[in-house]
């Protein structure tokens, strides 16, 4: 796990977030994730097509590149947002958070964490470095 938040963290500024809408795949950037209580986490609001998604199905893939390796992760996304001391760490760490509305009154402040994932890590050649799940 900690490979693959280094990754997202550290080596790319866009994360790419696929889940399906209907019948359909949909795409869309997401920012950085936040370590919280040994899980990565993601936010959003409750009000964006991409939660309404992940509600009726939330089995999604995050893709990511660092302009030499790419990462794959197949997972699901679980929704904690009454675990408020999630929310305060993810607030802590984006100073623009508060002020783009992600407060703990919000009730649209959705934080999201990674589980069952099945992550590959390859380069830009598609040579495999690493696999694992968490």
Do not use: H
């Amino acid at each position: 796990m900690k490979e693959t938040y280094e990754f997202l963290k550290e080596k790319t500024k866009v994360n790419y977030v696929a889940t399906i809408d209907g019948d359909k795949p949909s795409l869309r950037p997401f920012g950085d994730p936040v370590l919280f209580d040994n899980k990565i986490y993601v936010l959003t609001n409750k009000t964006k097509n991409v939660f309404k998604q992940i509600e009726k199905n939330n089995n999604v893939c995050i893709v990511a590149y660092d302009e030499e390796n790419w990462i794959r992760i197949n997972c699901k996304l679980i929704d904690d947002s009454n675990n408020f001391e999630a929310k305060r760490a993810i607030i802590e760490e984006f100073d623009w958070a508060e002020e783009a509305g992600y407060t703990l009154d919000n009730p649209d402040f959705v934080a999201l964490y990674i589980a069952d994932a099945d992550v590959t890590i390859a380069d830009s050649d598609g040579n495999i470095i690493s696999t694992y799940e968490f």
